[in-house]
């Protein structure tokens, strides 16, 4: 059974740093890729970064360089790293996989999410 538990998020000032982890159970990132989505008020839950088993990454423009996504298989965690962050990054954050065999990134529809966690961006 396919389980997402992400942990991590909070508030922090403009230009602040969040790391934001994501326990997962039920799959490996050998079968299945691992993403992170984002709903900010008023929009819906939107892919923001990917990582597959190739090791490829991507990233939504609204991210890109600033957002790293990692994993550590022996651990089944995911992480994203959240550097230079703005007011528009205040939102709830999601850890979640698309569970098709041989998907890469990116990867617009995920099936599976968690719960989500908070991350509040305000001077």
């Known amino acids: 059974q396919v389980q997402l538990v992400e942990s991590g998020g909070g508030s922090v000032q403009p230009g602040g740093s969040l790391r934001l982890s994501c326990q997962f159970s039920?799959?490996?990132?050998?079968?299945?890729?691992i993403g992170w989505l984002r709903q900010t008020p008023g929009q819906p839950r939107l892919p923001i970064a990917c990582?597959?088993?190739?090791?490829?990454?991507t990233y939504a423009d609204s991210v890109n360089g600033r957002t790293t996504i990692s994993i550590e298989s022996t651990e089944h965690k995911a992480y994203l790293q959240l550097n230079n962050l703005k007011p528009q990054d205040t939102g709830a954050y999601y850890c979640?996989?698309?569970?098709?065999?041989?998907?890469?990134?990116?990867?617009?529809?995920?099936?599976?999410w968690g719960q989500g966690v908070q991350v509040t961006v305000s001077s």
């Open positions: 979640a996989t698309h569970p098709w065999l041989g998907t890469t990134c990116p990867v617009q529809d995920y099936d599976y």
């Open positions: 039920g799959f490996t990132l050998d079968t299945y890729p």
């Open positions: 990582i597959d088993r190739t090791g490829k990454t």
